[in-house]
């Protein structure tokens, strides 16, 4: 997924088969944090992203609800593996691009990096151009940023959380009667 950084942009391939897909991937993270069930299903509700500078990682953070209770399911897509200490949720064929590695971006420093950027600087959600088709599609969520420092994004939503406190990425998606906010990164502590 190489992606844009000036005009926050991320281009993708719509019509590229991943093997397995990113359901598979949005249900082994959150089995790997006890927040659903085997057999336990799991549905998309809105998906964000980040740029990588360098334009090699794809960061994806997709919002999906188990039951009643949301989550974000923060994942990194990568051509070449991190270090052996960072554990990977497992390889994706994608039929473009091959090989990518796939991880839990709370681990992955170009994710760390873009997201306290985005809050730093009070930077919005990309935008996704299909390569297949030419067509750009806007942000599923809309960024309200409080600046601040040492940002982390978070896996259990909350809408009852502070979201004035420095450091604070607020996100609102959906659509009118179904309309959603909530803290999705926060200072750490």
Not at 16 to 25: D, Q, S, V
Not at 62 to 69: A, L
Not at 91 to 108: P, Q
Not at 168 to 173: C, H, I, K, Q
Request: aromatic share 6%; net charge negative.
């Amino acid at each position: 997924m190489a992606e844009n950084q000036n005009t926050y942009v991320a281009e993708v391939y719509s019509d590229a088969t991943l093997e397995p897909g990113k359901p598979e991937f949005q249900r082994r993270f959150l089995l790997s944090e006890g927040l659903l069930r085997e057999g336990e299903a799991h549905t998309q509700q809105a998906a964000w992203r980040l740029i990588d500078p360098e334009g090699q990682v794809g960061m994806e953070v997709t919002i999906v609800s188990v039951g009643e209770r949301l989550f974000q399911v923060p994942l990194t897509y990568r051509p070449e593996p991190l270090p052996a200490d960072v554990p990977t949720l497992g390889e994706m064929a994608h039929s473009v691009l091959g090989t990518r590695y796939i991880y839990d971006a709370r681990r992955d420093p170009a994710f760390r990096d873009a997201l306290n950027a985005v809050v730093r600087e009070g930077g919005t959600a990309a935008s996704k151009r299909d390569l297949s088709t030419g067509e750009v599609q806007p942000p599923q969520v809309e960024f309200r940023v409080i600046p601040g420092e040492g940002a982390e994004v978070l896996v259990v939503l909350d809408d009852q959380r502070n979201d004035d406190a420095p450091g604070t990425l607020m996100g609102t998606w959906g659509e009118e009667p179904q309309r959603y906010r909530a803290v999705l990164a926060s200072q750490a502590g």
